[in-house]
Structures are given as C-alpha cells and as structure tokens.
C-alpha cells in the first residue's frame, strides 16, 4: 500500500513564504514523476509544478518566477519551496506521484489527502 502525506501548510501574509514537503511510503519499486496541484474554492484542480526522476521540472505560468519544485530521490519525496506569495495562491495544494509498486507492476498514479495554504492579511 502506497501513501503520500503532505505537510507544511498554513497561513501566511501575502509576500511570505511557506515549504510543502510530501513523503511517498510503502511498497515502492521506482517513483517516476512526482508533482503538485492545487484546487481553490469553486475552481478546478490545476497543476502547479511537477518534476521528473531525472529533475527536469514543469511550471504552471502563474507562479514561475515564485515556486521551485525539488526531490529528495533517496527520501521519496517532493518538495515545492513557494515564495512571494498572493492571496490568489489559497488552495489545497495536493501531491501526486507515478509510482511502480514492483518490478513486476505498471506504474500508477498517487494522489495525498492535500494541505491548505491560506494567503490573507
């Protein structure tokens, strides 16, 4: 059984900073991409940055420039480092993963329960 649990969350004032972290545990052969996404109230979901094994990453427009996305291959985990933040960055912010189980399995998507990031003065 595979989980991903997010955290590092929480409210901060607009231009602040917050680091989510999110570790992957259980039964992994290889993790492929890991990334995050985000879904504000009355919105849908989108993606906010992913990145693969290798370290090539992927951005969503609205925060280049604002978020770095990093992994720690040996920990299992993703990190996503967000700077300047705005109010318009309040969400759930939600990790996935493309996880082998096995050498034997394909690999699947993963998704944790999310962490809410509050921008507000």
């Known amino acids: 059984q595979v989980q991903l649990v997010e955290s590092g969350g929480g409210l901060v004032q607009p231009g602040g900073s917050l680091r989510l972290s999110c570790v992957a545990s259980g039964s992994i052969y290889r993790i492929d991409a890991m990334g995050w996404y985000r879904q504000a109230p009355g919105k849908q979901r989108e993606l906010v940055a992913d990145?693969?094994?290798?370290?090539?990453?992927n951005y969503a427009d609205s925060v280049k420039g604002r978020f770095t996305i990093s992994r720690d291959n040996a920990k299992n985990t993703v990190y996503l480092q967000m700077n300047s933040l705005k109010p318009e960055d309040t969400a759930v912010y939600c990790c996935?993963?493309?996880?082998?189980?096995?050498?034997?399995?394909?690999?699947?998507?993963?998704w944790g329960k999310g962490t809410l990031v509050t921008v507000s003065s």
């Open positions: 990145i693969i094994s290798g370290g090539s990453t």
């Open positions: 996935n993963a493309q996880i082998i189980a096995t050498m034997w399995d394909d690999g699947m998507d993963y």
